[in-house]
């Protein structure tokens, strides 16, 4: 049996993220007015995280967002659903220049200490607890929408910074009978690596149809090695000190335990195009090229007999190219969220790649 999450994208961003980063934005919001403290959201996105900040903190009287993306460089429905939520507190900054130029001029602003500190600034990304802890809800949630009776379910799921797949684990740590996950990955295989060798190293980024999980290092997998380290945090802090120069093993008394719970499989370009093509022959289904991994995955390492559950992960009209590649005759049903969206004002500062430019357009407006 093979199930696959229909349900993927019914959020703003039509992305699997959608839920814990709405949950995300209330508590902040919850908690700054609470303490009477106010906060000014900073980022760099090629795409896909803007929006999701910018969904999670709109309308929100405590907190200013400023999210930086490189210029004509992002997708036009990528944009657009940055730039047309009407919100005074949302400000879109197009800068002159590549992603990593985004990337550096955000930790210049953040290595600003006393402009950090003044403004209280913070950044929302994956790594942050709450969405972890969130997304251990959809585990409970699928358990019991598809389980029968008491049977061990197990979960495909594409992965990237490995958020997901942490709030599986957690799930199970929970006691949810999650027989196994297994870890999807495209080209970009630090956790592929991680759970075939033992060894978490740092790899290069190679630009993949799966943007969304193109990372050198997967930052929550540190949580997962928090535990297998006894929950001892001096023992992994000593670990993580001299990392990525070195690599990290995972305990020797933990690796069978970690291999029986974990598997994992790596899938390049062709196999994602591959994976769409197939499941869209067969079922009729097109799936983003990240869930493609997760299909992927399922189909070549888990036993034909075992239910497996795979994470869907968001909406396939956000990654367009891909699927023309894949299925170029398929029309694209567009969801009414992104129509809306193509019709709307835009709203963008667009600016060069100038430190003190950048500082005082943010200053103008900031919290
Ligand atoms: C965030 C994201 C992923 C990877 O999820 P992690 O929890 O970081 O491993 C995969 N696909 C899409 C579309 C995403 O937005």
């Known amino acids: 049996r093979q199930m696959c ?3 993927r994208s019914n959020g703003p961003t ?17 908690l700054l007015v609470k303490q009477k403290k106010t906060l000014n ?11 999701a900040a910018i969904e999670a903190c709109k309308d929100k ?8 993306h490189p210029k004509n460089r992002v997708s036009e429905v990528q944009r657009r659903q940055m730039t047309t939520v009407k919100s005074s507190n949302i400000h879109n900054i197009a800068l002159d220049g590549t992603f990593d130029d985004c990337q550096d001029m955000v930790k210049d602003l953040f290595a600003d200490q ?8 913070s950044a929302v990304n994956s790594i942050n607890w709450a969405r972890c802890m969130t997304q251990s809800v959809y585990f409970f949630w699928t358990y019991l929408k598809l389980a029968q009776s ?7 799921i594409p992965s990237g910074n490995f958020g997901h ?4 684990w957690t799930a199970k740590e929970m006691g949810l009978p999650i027989k196994s996950l297994l870890i999807a990955t495209n080209k970009n295989d630090v956790l592929h690596k991680a759970f075939s060798n033992n060894t978490y190293e740092k790899s290069k980024v190679t630009q993949t149809l799966a943007p969304s999980m193109d990372i050198s290092v997967a930052s929550n997998f540190e949580r997962l090695l928090y535990n297998l380290f006894d929950n001892n945090s001096s023992k992994l802090a000593e670990k993580m000190r001299s990392f990525p120069e070195n690599s990290i093993l995972i305990p020797e008394d933990k690796q069978k335990l970690v ?25 009729g289904y097109m799936l983003d090229p990240h869930t493609a991994t997760g299909v992927r995955a399922s189909n070549m390492i888990s036993p034909k007999e075992h239910p497996v559950v795979v994470m869907g992960t968001a909406h396939p009209i956000k990654f367009s190219d891909a699927i023309e590649r894949a299925v170029p005759e398929y029309i694209s049903e567009i969801p009414e969220r992104i129509d809306g969206t193509l019709k709307q004002k835009e709203n963008i500062k667009i600016l060069p790649e100038d430190y003190s430019q950048i500082k005082n357009f943010i200053l103008k407006s900031a919290l």
């Open 5 to 7: 999450i229909r349900d």
């Open 14 to 30: 039509i992305a699997f993220k959608d839920i814990a980063m709405q949950f995300l934005g209330n508590i902040f919001e919850y």
């Open 41 to 51: 959201i900073l980022g760099a996105t090629s795409g896909d995280t803007g929006s």
């Open 61 to 68: 009287k405590s907190i200013d967002v400023f999210i930086i």
């Open 114 to 121: 006393v402009f950090r500190d003044k403004h209280n600034l």
């Open 150 to 156: 008491d049977e061990e379910l197990s979960f495909s």
């Open 165 to 168: 797949a942490y709030a599986g």
């Open 259 to 283: 291999a029986e719970f974990f598997k994992s499989h790596k899938c390049d370009d062709e196999e994602i195009l591959q994976q769409i093509r197939d499941t869209y022959n067969e079922i």
